[in-house]
């Protein structure tokens, strides 16, 4: 039987996106992550081989946690209630993980990884995105009749754009979101999804 972790994995996470978010880039050394989740710097380099897998699970997680939402909210019947559904699933993520929101609105995956990864988790980087591409060439196909590169570009103006140009300002300013900034954030998915 394995041996219990001391210092769970997320607290580790945890550590390492809050010196991002809260400090920069710079000051989230492998010595400062320790520091701030208690863990010793030697589990942190078992769990991880470089700084830059740590920060890739981080970003994973992030990403992760937000396309769950994304694609439940995606299954709506109707493909309007559905995409709406999804582009507010975005808002209420955001709302819900405000900090895993600010690392994806703050910053993009490669200014955090900068050292060549291992061949699994660069596979895994290349393929995070494919669950929400899969929904958005759904939903162009039930709204449209047809996934062409037009109707895709719509449907990311509205379930990707859109929410993401409606939430980065409050999010990195530390605003707190409100009811309506989702209310006009859903008229206006509406209206970007309806001919």
Same mark, same amino acid.
């Given at each position: 039987?394995?041996?219990?972790?001391?210092?769970?994995?997320?607290?580790?996470?945890?550590?390492?996106? $809050?010196?991002?978010?809260?400090? +920069?880039? $710079?000051?989230?050394?492998?010595?400062?992550?320790?520091?701030?989740? $208690?863990?010793?710097?030697?589990?942190?380099?078992?769990?991880?081989?470089?700084?830059?897998?740590?920060?890739?699970?981080?970003?994973?997680?992030?990403?992760?946690?937000?396309?769950?939402?994304?694609?439940?909210?995606?299954?709506?019947?109707?493909?309007?209630?559905? +995409?709406?559904?999804?582009?507010?699933?975005?808002?209420?993520?955001?709302?819900?993980?405000?900090?895993?929101?600010?690392?994806?609105?703050?910053?993009?995956?490669?200014?955090?990884?900068?050292?060549?990864?291992?061949?699994?988790?660069?596979?895994?980087?290349?393929?995070?995105?494919?669950?929400?591409?899969?929904?958005?060439?759904?939903?162009?196909?039930?709204?449209?009749?047809?996934?062409?590169?037009?109707?895709?570009?719509?449907?990311?103006?509205?379930?990707?754009?859109?929410?993401?140009?409606?939430?980065?300002?409050?999010?990195?300013?530390?605003?707190?979101?409100?009811?309506?900034?989702?209310?006009?954030? $859903?008229?206006?998915?509406?209206?970007?999804?309806?001919?």
């Amino acid at each position: 039987m394995p041996r219990p972790q001391l210092h769970a994995t997320e607290t580790i996470l945890d550590a390492a996106r $809050g010196l991002l978010l809260n400090e +920069g880039a $710079g000051a989230a050394t492998v010595s400062e992550i320790a520091r701030v989740s $208690g863990a010793p710097a030697g589990s942190i380099y078992h769990r991880f081989s470089s700084l830059d897998e740590l920060f890739t699970r981080m970003w994973i997680r992030a990403v992760r946690r937000s396309q769950a939402e994304f694609r439940t909210a995606a299954a709506d019947p109707d493909p309007v209630r559905a +995409g709406v559904a999804a582009a507010l699933s975005v808002y209420d993520f955001c709302d819900r993980h405000p900090a895993d929101a600010r690392l994806l609105l703050s910053f993009r995956r490669d200014d955090l990884i900068q050292r060549p990864l291992s061949d699994s988790a660069r596979q895994e980087l290349d393929e995070l995105n494919e669950p929400v591409r899969e929904v958005m060439t759904d939903l162009a196909r039930r709204l449209y009749g047809r996934a062409g590169r037009q109707r895709l570009d719509r449907v990311a103006l509205a379930l990707v754009d859109l929410p993401h140009g409606a939430l980065r300002r409050p999010l990195i300013e530390g605003q707190k979101l409100t009811p309506d900034r989702r209310a006009a954030l $859903g008229a206006a998915v509406r209206a970007a999804l309806e001919e």
